[in-house]
């Protein structure tokens, strides 16, 4: 199983991004994906989830209106769209996935980090 998150980069506030989250060696319709991220001297959190079915969406208070996570089975490809960033969201981002719920942190599968950079 393998997550390989992309997109991350330098943008000036209230600008856009859009991360990509490429999954392999599972069906993406068997495991709940999402987004999460870390900035400097601060704990991992979670920013926004989607459930198997890609029926239910979950988003952080902080992000809620901004970003919008999205799925694409097919293509085993988990994105999130990024607007109206803020400074604040400046961090690291993961992509992860568990084959049961997305947990605060404890997921079964994570990716290698991206990083984004909002300049005031």
């Known amino acids: 199983v393998q997550l390989q998150a992309s997109g991350g980069g330098l943008v000036q506030s209230g600008g856009s991004l859009r991360l990509s989250c490429a999954l392999s060696?599972?069906?993406?319709?068997?495991?709940?994906v999402g987004w999460y991220r870390q900035a400097p001297e601060k704990e991992r959190e979670k920013v926004s989830c989607?459930?198997?079915?890609?029926?239910?969406?979950w988003y952080a208070d902080s992000v809620k209106g901004r970003f919008t996570i999205s799925k694409d089975n097919a293509k085993k490809m988990l994105y999130l769209q990024m607007n109206s960033l803020k400074p604040e969201d400046t961090a690291v981002y993961y992509c992860?996935?568990?084959?049961?719920?997305?947990?605060?942190?404890?997921?079964?599968?994570w990716g290698k980090g991206t990083q984004v950079t909002v300049s005031s």
């Open positions: 989607i459930s198997r079915s890609g029926g239910s969406t």
């Open positions: 060696g599972f069906r993406l319709d068997d495991y709940a």
């Open positions: 992860a996935a568990d084959d049961f719920q997305c947990w605060e942190n404890n997921m079964d599968y």
